[in-house]
């Protein structure tokens, strides 16, 4: 992207991609969060100008998926090109662990350009752009944080491939997670807290005040469980939460505990 060109974002998206557009030098848009309506009202507003759709596939705060399906064929009306960030989808959704657009029954027509972090589920540093041969070879002679970073250690791009390896071969990992997914979001329910739509390991509580977030999160810290407090400015004003991120390392176990812990917290 370059000046003239335009971006039209998820109001909800990675900061990452607010800060490439801006570094860019192309106008930045920004639709509520995943309103196809609003995005296709913006790509429309950009004329003939080169336009990016850019979305994350699943929201990294509140752990709900982007509406690929219809944010590509909007893409294609417009012929925009549609970039899913998919740092929280990728090992995670989808039978081999591709991710998002693989969960939606997608493909690389539907979405070419995909970025993918090796920091979460392939439990690395660094990250992946997976798209056209031409469209990677630009990005290698062209983009600037690329050309004028060091690249990857040997060693981090080994342990990716291996991990990427186990991530492909080992299904069971998904469908263990899957479980203590559908547990936490019982259990927490059950107790009365407020569970977002999130199908995902990222399993938001809403709280509300933000003292009472943090207190809460403390108080699990405390106890051993790392449960971060999420609060203004990363989200709005009156919608603080604890950011449960569950993992397929976790046991039903401790979903168990950390139920208990709730509990114990809400009566207290
Ligand atoms: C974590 C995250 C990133 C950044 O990944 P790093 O590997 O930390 O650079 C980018 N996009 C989204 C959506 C993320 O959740």
Redesign the pocket.
Known sequence: MERGDVCVQDKL??A??IDGATLAGCALRRYPHNDVDAASRQLDGAGDAPKLLAT?G???MDGDLAPLRPLAALAKVHHALLLV????GFGVLGTDGQGSPEHLGLDAHDVPLR?V????AVGC???LVLGSRAMIDALIQFARPFVYTTALPPAIAAAALCSITHLRREPQRRAHLRELIARFRIGASQLGYTVMPSTTPIQPLLIGDTQAAVALSQALLQGGRYVPAIRPPTVPVGAARLRVTLSAAHTAAQIDGLLDALNDMRCA
């Open positions: 998206n990675h990452c991609l994350d699943v929201f990294s960030d998919d740092a929280h970025m972090t090796l920091g979460k540093s660094g990250a």
